[in-house]
């Protein structure tokens, strides 16, 4: 459910490995949504 300013906050975790299986990134990530007449308008990542 959006906030009073619009956002939802997602928290999540991300891998990134190349196509060798080679691990590139392994981190926690929030994903910011801005939510408008009942559909996202724009998505952060932070």
Do not use: E
């Not at 691990?23 to 929030?30: A, E, H, N, W």
């Amino acid at each position: 459910m959006p906030g009073d300013d619009g956002r939802v906050t997602v928290h999540g975790h991300q891998v990134w490995r190349d196509r060798a299986g080679v691990l590139l990134s392994d981190r926690q990530v929030r994903h910011v949504y801005t939510i408008r007449d009942g559909f996202v308008a724009r998505m952060d990542i932070v």
